[in-house]
C-alpha cells in the first residue's frame, strides 16, 4: 500500500538558515510526489511537484526538492528561510494511474525564530 | 480567478445531531475532492467527483457521512449523526479532468463535534 513518512513532526529555523524537510515514501513503483503548504486558516498550497525527468525540482517561493529513488525520498529544500515560511508543510503520493487521489504525510511544522 | 469557496468556516455542534458543508469549486472544474484532515494528521480523501458522478468514495464511512453533487457544480457533504471522533477540517478541492493533480484546495470548514 501506498505510504509516505515525514519524520519530523516540528521544526524550528532562524531566520536566514537553511531548510530541509525530509520526505518518505513507499510505492511499488516511481509515484507523483507533491509538497504543499498549509498556512493558518488557508487551503493548502502547491509547492512543486515530481512527475518523471529532472530528480532535482523547482517550485514557488524559493523551494526545490530532490527525489532520490534509492532512498524512496522526496526532501524538500530552501537556501535561507524567511519568517513568513513559518507554516505547515505536507509531502504527498499520487499514483501514476493518474486518478487524483493523494495521500498524503502527517505534516511538518514548520517555526521560523527571529 | 475565484477560488475554491467552502462554508460555513466554522460549526460546533454535539454529538449525535447532524451538519452540513458546501463547496463550490472553481468555474470549469469538473473534478471536486472532499478530504478529512484531523489535527495532527495529513488530509485524507473522503470521495472525489467528477461531474455529478462518483469516481472514488472507498474511504467514506458510508453509515454517517454522504456527498451528493447533484448539478456537477457545487457540491454538499453531510454527518449524520456525527460522533466526536468527526472533529477534523473538511476540505474541499477541484481540478480540471485533464489535470488530476493540478488540485486547488478551499480554506476548509473547521468541525468541532462535542
Known amino acids: 500500500a501506498q505510504s509516505v513518512t515525514q519524520p519530523d513532526i516540528h521544526i524550528t529555523v532562524s531566520e536566514g538558515a537553511s531548510l530541509e524537510l525530509r520526505c518518505n515514501y513507499s510505492?511499488?513503483?516511481?509515484?507523483?510526489l507533491f509538497w504543499y503548504v498549509q498556512s493558518p486558516g488557508q487551503g493548502l498550497q502547491l509547492l512543486l511537484k515530481?512527475?518523471?525527468?529532472?530528480?532535482l525540482v523547482q517550485g514557488i517561493k524559493g523551494f526545490e526538492a530532490e527525489f532520490k529513488r534509492s532512498q524512496s525520498s522526496f526532501n524538500l529544500r530552501k537556501p535561507s528561510v524567511h519568517w513568513s515560511d513559518a507554516a505547515e508543510y505536507f509531502c504527498?503520493?499520487?499514483?501514476?494511474?493518474?486518478?487524483?487521489?493523494?495521500?498524503f504525510g502527517q505534516g511538518t511544522t514548520l517555526q521560523v525564530k527571529p | 480567478e475565484a477560488g475554491v469557496a467552502q462554508s460555513p468556516r466554522y460549526k460546533i455542534i454535539e454529538k449525535r445531531q447532524s451538519v452540513a458543508f458546501w463547496c463550490n469549486p472553481i468555474?470549469?472544474?469538473?473534478?471536486l475532492y472532499w478530504y478529512q484532515q484531523i489535527l495532527g494528521q495529513g488530509p485524507k480523501l473522503l470521495i472525489q467527483?467528477?461531474?455529478?458522478?462518483?469516481?472514488?468514495d472507498s474511504q467514506l464511512p458510508k453509515d454517517r457521512f454522504s456527498a451528493e453533487r447533484l448539478k456537477g457544480v457545487d457540491s454538499t457533504l453531510k454527518i449524520q449523526p456525527a460522533k466526536l471522533e468527526d472533529s477534523a477540517v473538511y476540505l474541499c478541492?477541484?481540478?480540471?479532468?485533464?489535470?488530476?493533480?493540478?488540485?486547488?484546495f478551499g480554506p476548509g470548514t473547521r468541525l468541532t463535534v462535542t
Open positions: 478541492a477541484s481540478s480540471l479532468v485533464a489535470d488530476p493533480y493540478g488540485q486547488y
Open positions: 510505492y511499488g513503483a516511481t509515484p507523483y
Open positions: 515530481y512527475f518523471s525527468g529532472d530528480t
Open positions: 504527498a503520493v499520487g499514483g501514476t494511474s493518474n486518478t487524483g487521489k493523494l495521500i
Open positions: 468555474s470549469g472544474h469538473a473534478t
Open positions: 467527483f467528477q461531474n455529478n458522478g462518483v469516481v472514488d
